[in-house]
């Protein structure tokens, strides 16, 4: 069984799973694993993998328009070196206070690679999901695309810029500010095409976006080698942890948010195109 | 730096970590990993290592005293196993409802070794810390010890039994009884006698118990070699998921408890004996 149909087990076994984050009560609660062969590439310092980690779990807690107040961590290595333990601490209490939660700590293990399970959670009575797009919306991202996709292009010449942008913000401030104007929500962990593919999935619709409007972030221009790649490392790759969202009035949406928002199109009844074309269902799976 | 270094260095960094759980608002959050060369041995079946994992976190929510809302896991292994992931996912969800919580799902990861890494939150609104004994109260555990020492010896020969005894129910119920009544309280995880340490370090204080009073579980008599080795298995071994607490009130705190509470003996000025004798601080060390 492949992590697809395995997390689609799990989804159909548990009627609050499948969305960016479990709802109980007023909480959203959300894990995750980043390991280093997956997820940390050589250059990547335990401060970023700190930041990352959480910040991942971070945004998901972004995605359901919730306030982050907490998250914990548990630390596996080999070998527990002072001063890697304590980069990663900072890491993770840096992105936390970013975006206003407190870092509470968490646990260590032993283990031959270096993982790293993070659990974050927020507060909201009003979770925006991923099932809430209606034809006719606009579609939306927060920020910009393929940041992370660059990232993993300039480690081996440029490890320090790499490790900047790898420590991303996750968008709690733009989540809150959102959930308001949100039909729809997630965060583009995946890559937007598999984001937009979740989000027809779980809403039953369709997406019309239009290249031409992609917010590529500048590093991607600095790694793409041409068109076809810069496009490709900006809708596909993914690890990017922007929001995705899809709103009936865009104006407002983008008023509210802290984080520059881009209409890429609109939703549809059916079919995920870009500039009128079917948009492969491909991107990073975790 | 050794294991219990580490740990320290993050408890020291972290004012609101060292407890079973940390602290946010009203919630109490704890996270564990958990994998196969170290915590489930030959014969434990995935719906013993689900229901162990995220009792193992509810554990934690108890030993604060305080109501278990939910948890979460990231099942992390080589293959995705359908029949595998389904007994996991049984394990994990049962084991929430003996506590009257919800298992809300997770994550997957892929990963060499079978890994599980598990978040339970909990809510009270006044949390039965590890700093709170008073020489003069008694110290009582719920349950039996060595339990979880005996399933490790019983697996090769009668793994249904040692199944069995590893699917403990976590104290959630006794967690919340006990809270009025508990000065300080934790979980045995780490064995009864590393749990007194723990305990008068962080109160302070000793502990003079009994060995005659232990409530060594009936299946630790079936495996032990002889009284010395039993003793062993009851006081070092760990695992065992009960709860070790401080009372001013022994028998209030053994009316309210729907598991037996056994008295072991006083909170003293300094010092952790048995039997008059120094109690070595020896356990099992996650």
Redesign the interface.
């Known amino acids: 069984?492949?992590?697809r149909?395995?997390?689609a087990?799990?989804?159909g076994?548990?009627p609050?799973?499948?969305d960016d984050a479990?709802?109980?009560?007023d909480?959203v609660?959300?894990?995750?694993?980043l390991?280093e062969t997956?997820d940390f590439p050589d250059g990547t310092t335990r401060r970023t993998a700190g930041w990352r980690a959480v910040g991942a779990s971070l945004s998901d807690v972004a995605a359901m328009g919730a306030d982050a107040?907490?998250a914990?961590?548990?630390y596996?290595a080999p070998?527990?070196?002072?001063a890697d333990?304590?980069a990663f601490?900072d890491g993770a209490r840096e992105v936390c206070e970013t975006v206003g939660a407190?870092?509470?700590?968490?646990?260590?293990?032993?283990?031959?690679?270096f993982?790293v399970?993070t659990?974050a959670?927020g507060r909201t009575d009003d979770p925006v999901p991923r099932s809430g797009a209606t034809p006719g919306e606009a579609v939306c991202v927060t920020g910009t695309l393929g940041r992370s996709a660059a990232a993993v292009r300039l480690f081996p010449e440029a490890p320090d810029r790499a490790n900047d942008l790898f420590r991303f913000e996750p968008r709690v401030a733009a989540g809150r500010a959102l959930a308001a104007h949100a039909g729809a929500m997630m965060d583009s962990s995946d890559g937007l095409a598999r984001s937009l593919h979740q989000l027809a999935e779980a809403s039953d619709c369709g997406f019309a976006v239009d290249a031409e409007t992609l917010p590529v972030d500048v590093a991607v221009d600095d790694v793409a080698a041409d068109a076809a790649d810069r496009r490709e490392l900006a809708v596909h790759y993914g690890e990017d942890f922007e929001l995705v969202f899809t709103t009936d009035d865009p104006a407002a949406a983008r008023a509210a948010s802290p984080t520059p928002v881009t209409v890429l199109g609109e939703v549809t009844e059916s079919g995920v195109e870009m500039d009128g074309e079917p948009l492969a269902d491909r991107g990073y799976t975790?």
Chains 1, 2 share one sequence.
Do not use: P, Q
């Not at 609660?29 to 694993?33: A, E, Q, R, S």
């Not at 070998?79 to 002072?82: A, G, I, K, L, S």
């Open positions: 069984m492949d992590e149909a395995a997390l087990l799990i989804g076994s548990l609050t799973a499948g479990a709802v109980v009560d909480l609660v959300t894990t995750d694993m390991h997956t107040r907490c914990v961590a548990v596996a070998r527990f070196e002072e333990l304590r601490l407190e870092y509470v700590g968490g646990d260590l293990d032993d283990h031959e690679e993982t399970a659990t959670i975790h």
